[in-house]
């Protein structure tokens, strides 16, 4: 870093810290939509502020004119809990998601600062890896997620006060530290597999230690973290049969989809996606042929690394070091080896919408926010505390990290710059590009025709324009065939959402209700049916 900056200076520090997340939250704020993932979790929010409870209204095809209340089952409840709890309070829509945003903004940032400052790096390389993170932009940016920083940052949090308990032996942070892997549990299902890897190995260095502490302190965050997840997943088998969605959902075996990974080494250091599209159309090559290039040397590279600290730390033992780097690794690879592990499974094994288009859990680099800081940490550790042989070498390759630092900061606020504009002039509530303008045209004309509506559709998204149009849902179109019967007791206009692919064995139950296609949306066609009771 500069010498002649002193970032040892708290005030600075601060300033440049708060002008990160003020970056990071502003980013975010331009991609704004109420819509997909964030659509249905806004729905359970209504509901909850509305004092149904975490639900969604739906209706079933026993009677598509009777609303019920159902549980949510796709994401577990906080961040809806989060919003309703601001809706309650008056803020709006947007206001609301914003304010979350921001929220995740800042927490994510100062659990990285305080984890990089607890192994020991100095204030300057710190602020390197805060503005590295502040201005990362990953691919599934676009459809913005809700809770991925929330959820980061809870395991990051989790795992800074597991390091500090293992330091001084506080049970406070025994406390912290299993709250906040609940709260990551209760953001994101995907973070239960990191839930008893930090207790069992406490345990286990009780028992190899002969420190009964360590064993009293495993036990009690195990406790901690079950209550969450037996709590949960309980509430859910009782109120719906069911722990998860996922249960809902066909299996198969998709070998394939694991040849799609996230070049994870390149993306802690770089917009990959935006390098490859770059060189796609520099040199007239296909995004794949730069792509592929940064996933086998991503993984020859990480492999190195990973090779290389085994044969050194010996992480096989199980021991917790005394050094706090090695703690942070050696917690670190526990907590992702499960989790990339229920990744993979996922991928391979359910059997999603998004097959035809190869989708899986692999291919979303957000899914990999806690790794993909874990390798930053890695590659500034190795450049700014760890004295080389070759010099010059050593001093080419930090100078080369700042200038992607540079690169990647100067790409943000180029994003920034051109996409602020949508914060005054794009409505989040009305997603462009979301197919809800045909809904708009649809149900129009149902209501002149004084037929209620119903919305036959899996989009999330559906399910929030439902809400704010008066209109209901019918969600489980994967369970449509072609003897499906629909029950109805008032003239009901059914719009039907299906997948080009899936239409051939549906036209029996097109022709017998006599859907027409009106609208052609990306790989879907929208069908209309204006149906009476006397039709079933």
Known sequence: MNPKINFDNKWLQWSLFLLAVAVKATLLRTY?????????????????????????????????????????????????????????????????????????????????????????????????????????????????????????????????????????????????????FSVAFLLRYVYVTTLFVLPLLLIWNGWKKAKPKYFRAGVLLAVIVGASLVGYLGFNKIQTGHFTYLEEWSKGFFPGKVLNPVPLFWQAITHVTFICMQFSLIFGTHFSLFHNFLKLTSVLILLFMLVNWMKNARPWRLVIPADRYQQLLLSSALLMIPYVGILLYLSVRVEFFHEDAGWSYLVEDRYYLYLLTIILLVICRQLFQVRWKNNSLQGLLKRLLLVALVFQSAHTFYVIARRAPLIVTADPTYPQGAGWPYLDRFTATAKRMGNEVVIFSNNYGFSFYALQNDVQVYRHTRKLRADTKIKLRKPTTVILELNKAGIKEMVPFLDRYQFQPRQVFNNYIFFVAHLKPSAE
């Open 32 to 180: 704004l939509t109420i819509d997909g993932d964030r659509g249905l979790q806004f729905v359970a929010a209504i509901q909850m502020a509305k004092n149904y409870g975490y639900t969604i209204p739906v209706v079933e095809l026993s009677d598509i004119n009777l609303v019920l209340h159902k549980v949510l089952l796709e994401w577990p409840p906080l961040y809806s809990s989060l919003i309703a709890g601001l809706l309650k309070l008056g803020l709006g829509y947007v206001a609301a998601a914003a304010a979350v945003d921001t929220a995740g903004a800042f927490l994510y940032l100062l659990g990285i600062w305080w984890l990089a400052r607890f192994i020991g790096f100095s204030a300057g390389v710190r602020m390197l890896i805060i503005w590295f993170k502040a201005t990362e932009i990953y691919e599934g940016l676009y459809s913005s997620p809700p809770t991925d920083f929330l959820s980061t940052a809870g395991i990051l949090m989790a795992v800074y006060f597991f390091l500090k308990w293992i330091d001084n032996e506080k049970w406070k942070y025994i406390l912290l530290t299993g709250i906040c």
